[in-house]
Nanobody, 123 residues
Framework: QVQLVESGGGLVQAGGSLRLSCAAS????????MGWYRQAPGKQRELVAA???????NYVDSVKGRFTISRVNAKNTVYLQMDSLKPEDTAVYYC?????????????????WGKGTLVTVSS
């Protein structure tokens, strides 16, 4: 099993920045891709960004140019740097991991999930 623990959420004004972190533990040798998903109230969970162990990345169009995903394999940690935040970015952000090399998986395609961290962007 793999455990994922997110940190770094909080309240920020529009235009501000936040950095999310996700630390993986347990059977980490089984992980290839890691990613961030988010779910706003009343909406479905969606992919925000993902990265494989080899460094391939993918972003949802709405965050391109504003968010950056990165990964330190030696620390089993993935980060999401979020800049120029907008009120519509408000959501619970979840860290997820998959055993296969995928950067475009829907939520059902990921194998492990964290409990989520709330990001609130005020206007």
């Amino acid at each position: 099993q793999v455990q994922l623990v997110e940190s770094g959420g909080g309240l920020v004004q529009a235009g501000g920045s936040l950095r999310l972190s996700c630390a993986a533990s347990g059977s980490i040798f089984s992980i290839n891709a890691m990613g961030w998903y988010r779910q706003a109230p009343g909406k479905q969970r969606e992919l925000v960004a993902a990265i494989t162990s080899g460094g391939s990345t993918n972003y949802v169009d709405s965050v391109k140019g504003r968010f950056t995903i990165s990964r330190v394999n030696a620390k089993n940690t993935v980060y999401l740097q979020m800049d120029s935040l907008k009120p519509e970015d408000t959501a619970v952000y979840y860290c997820a991991a998959a055993r296969r090399a995928t950067v475009g998986a829907p939520p059902g395609g990921m194998d492990y999930w964290g409990k989520g961290t709330l990001v609130t962007v005020s206007s």
